[in-house]
């Protein structure tokens, strides 16, 4: 069963999302951009924990996204883990005019696969598209979504550019393996098989939903 929560009042699926990486790659910015389509130069530094509300609607289906940005800082790591478990999504985000803010990405990964629930989905985003030169190339970026076997997209909370679409991207990612979980629970196997042989074309179309999606 999926972690999501129905909230039976008014039918409305609340997620759990998460923004993790590095102090200082823009994260706070981009909780700011998504939630109050807005940019502050000088945000402060996230405490621990912070997390603000949203509703949106994709795909037909009403959605409560609570979103937390968490502290890039060591001293703060322990929190982050305890909060991993019940996300249902999560944000990994690097800033592409550091190459620093790469080199954890590994251990991020790591702190992730430990300690969410297995069905947690993840993308990963090179925020600060808008800045030159670049420090961190889109091969590298590429490389690392590779390696780790999630999505990138490449996002800018200063002028807004693919903020939205990361999350739409995270958030129909998470939704699509519930209608699968729900298939698995309802279906027999072979049901499932044709289902899925039936609408393999119109997916290659709308590969966006699917794992591999690149958008620079
Ligand atoms: P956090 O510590 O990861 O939450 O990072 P912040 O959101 O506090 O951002 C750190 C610094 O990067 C701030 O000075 C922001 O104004 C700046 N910043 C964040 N996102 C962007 C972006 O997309 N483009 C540019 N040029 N600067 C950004």
Same mark, same amino acid.
């Given at each position: 069963?999926?972690?999501?929560?129905?909230?039976?009042?008014?039918?409305?699926?609340?997620?759990?999302?998460? !923004?993790?990486? =590095?102090?200082?790659?823009? /994260? &706070?910015?981009?909780?700011?951009?998504?939630? %109050? #389509?807005?940019?502050?130069? $000088?945000?402060?530094?996230?405490?621990?924990?912070?997390?603000?509300?949203?509703?949106?609607?994709?795909?037909?289906?009403?959605?409560?996204?609570?979103?937390?940005?968490?502290?890039?800082?060591?001293?703060?790591?322990?929190?982050?883990?305890?909060?991993?478990?019940?996300?249902?999504?999560?944000? !990994?985000?690097? =800033?592409?005019?550091?190459? /620093? &803010?790469?080199?954890?990405?590994?251990?991020? %990964? #790591?702190?992730?696969?430990? $300690?969410?629930?297995?069905?947690?989905?993840?993308?990963?985003?090179?925020?600060?598209?808008?800045?030159?030169?670049?420090?961190?190339?889109?091969?590298?970026?590429?490389?690392?979504?590779?390696?780790?076997?999630?999505?990138?997209?490449?996002?800018?909370?200063?002028?807004?550019?693919?903020?939205?679409?990361?999350?739409?991207?995270?958030?129909? /990612?998470?939704?699509?393996?519930?209608?699968?979980?729900?298939?698995?629970?309802?279906?027999?196997?072979?049901?499932?098989?044709?289902?899925?042989?039936?609408?393999?074309?119109?997916?290659?179309?709308?590969?966006?939903?699917?794992?591999?999606?690149?958008?620079?």
């Amino acid at each position: 069963m999926s972690n999501s929560e129905t909230d039976k009042s008014d039918k409305i699926k609340t997620l759990k999302l998460m !923004l993790i990486g =590095d102090a200082a790659v823009g /994260k &706070s910015s981009i909780m700011y951009r998504y939630t %109050m #389509n807005s940019f502050k130069l $000088n945000m402060l530094g996230t405490a621990g924990i912070d997390f603000k509300k949203k509703e949106i609607e994709i795909d037909d289906n009403k959605i409560k996204i609570i979103l937390y940005d968490t502290a890039g800082h060591d001293r703060f790591r322990k929190i982050i883990k305890n909060h991993c478990k019940g996300a249902n999504g999560i944000v !990994l985000v690097y =800033d592409i005019g550091e190459e /620093k &803010s790469i080199e954890r990405l590994s251990s991020w %990964m #790591n702190d992730i696969q430990e $300690n969410s629930d297995p069905d947690v989905e993840v993308i990963l985003v090179g925020n600060k598209a808008d800045i030159t030169p670049r420090k961190v190339t889109e091969q590298e970026g590429l490389e690392l979504s590779m390696k780790f076997n999630i999505p990138i997209i490449e996002t800018s909370a200063k002028t807004g550019q693919n903020v939205e679409e990361a999350f739409n991207i995270l958030i129909k /990612k998470i939704l699509k393996k519930e209608k699968v979980e729900i298939f698995k629970t309802s279906e027999s196997k072979e049901d499932i098989k044709i289902k899925q042989i039936k609408s393999l074309p119109g997916k290659r179309k709308d590969d966006h939903d699917g794992c591999k999606c690149i958008i620079f």
